[in-house]
């Protein structure tokens, strides 16, 4: 369906209230930390240039309910749990967010034309209207006044024209925006920017390995304090959501990338300024489901579950991919998801001016 396009995701990434408590799984404890363990081979000797090491290595994986939590906000995060014992292999990871200027040369040397740039098929799009036939992105459009915050829709709009080179719209620009993260990046885009990078996007469990930085249980990647000293640590909303951004952290939209401190792995922006794809499918039981077919025992290399049993109660029938780290517009009133632990998800059509992706690449040793 259109709509997805449309509206669906934003919605979709801002709910998780329907999600059912989940059963423990046996052997594991739902909300008990252990030390992360990082592997003890040590980094090759050269990295790919914007790249950093991720050593991999085992690590509790989730995230505990944080709604008692200072800023928790108030959703109980049930589809980050059981919190479980998960080991990845080691990687590189794209020390931030894919930038303006990376996907520009992607596309000078490529031609490629983006999902948002292309005119939607009828035939993808059974029944929607002709008129709503075009191309076009999502964009966050806030109210002027304070509204429930039960409807994404009252804060995003459809907006023909908008893509990666008009974030806003038609009449927007990247021009000096070489440093802000891409956006109106759907799945098949990021997939395509990586094969021609040589790298691919990271599994789920890759991502949050390498958000933790080494740390174990923190609420966030730097620590379980929302601000340090004072300082904002990530890009995220402060004020009132969805119709005045107090704008303490520097930005109200996108941030250059890496204009906040970077984690202990040399990572910026794992937490807010854009979601980021990953590569496995979501599912909100998907950790149960993993555990158990571990045997109870530690998750290794999980690749998630597979397109057919990929569930989001919110939109039964519709696969979606897993988007982690939050934007600019989480805040404490609303989808606190720049917690390190917690999950969020996208129809794969679907890009926004909050959602772009960063890329890994595999070890390859002599
Ligand atoms: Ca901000
Ligand atoms: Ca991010």
Redesign the pocket.
């Known amino acids: 369906m259109i709509m997805r396009r449309r509206f669906f995701p934003l919605l979709a990434l801002s709910l998780a209230t329907w999600l059912p408590a989940q059963t423990p799984t046996p052997g594991t404890d739902p909300d008990k930390f252990l030390p992360t363990v990082a592997n003890p081979a040590p980094a090759p000797k050269v990295a790919p240039a914007g790249m950093v090491w991720i050593p991999g290595g085992e690590f509790s994986m989730g995230c505990t309910d944080p709604r008692t939590d200072l800023c928790g906000g108030n959703e109980p995060m049930d589809d980050a749990r059981p919190v479980h014992r998960v080991a990845v292999d080691s990687f590189w990871m794209d020390r931030t ?1 894919v930038t303006n200027a990376e996907f520009a040369r992607f596309v000078a040397a490529t031609a490629y034309v983006t999902i948002a740039e292309r005119k939607p098929r009828a035939e993808d799009y059974p029944g929607a209207a002709p008129e709503l036939l075009v191309a076009g992105s999502v964009v966050f459009s806030p109210p002027s006044e304070a509204v429930p915050l039960d409807n994404a829709l009252r804060w995003w709009r459809y907006v023909p024209g908008a893509n990666w080179r008009h974030p806003t719209g038609p009449n927007s620009t990247i021009k000096d925006r070489d440093r802000d993260p891409v956006v109106h990046v759907a799945y098949a885009d990021a997939e395509a920017y990586a094969a021609w990078a040589g790298k691919r996007l990271p599994t789920e469990s890759e991502w949050e390995f390498a958000a933790r930085g080494g740390l174990t249980g923190k609420r966030y990647t730097w620590g379980d304090d929302l601000t340090v000293d004072g300082k904002w640590m990530a890009n995220i909303w402060e004020g009132a959501f969805p119709h005045k951004n107090a704008e303490s952290d520097g930005f109200a939209g996108v941030a250059p990338v890496a204009s906040y401190p970077a984690n202990a792995y040399g990572l910026h ?2 937490s ?5 794809w990953c590569s496995d499918w979501y599912r909100p039981d998907g950790y149960a489901l993993a555990v158990r077919s571990a045997g109870g025992g530690v998750v290794r290399n999980p690749r998630g579950v597979t397109e057919a049993e990929s569930f989001d109660p919110t939109e039964p029938g519709m696969a979606k991919r897993v988007q982690r ?1 939050g934007s600019f517009l989480c805040t404490d009133q609303y989808c606190t998801r720049y917690m390190v632990g917690t999950r969020g998800k996208g129809a794969p059509d679907t890009g926004s001016n909050h959602a772009g992706f960063r890329c890994v690449r595999d070890v390859v040793r002599p």
Request: glycine share 12%; proline share 0%.
């Open positions: 967010e922006d794992m807010g300024n854009v979601w980021e780290s």
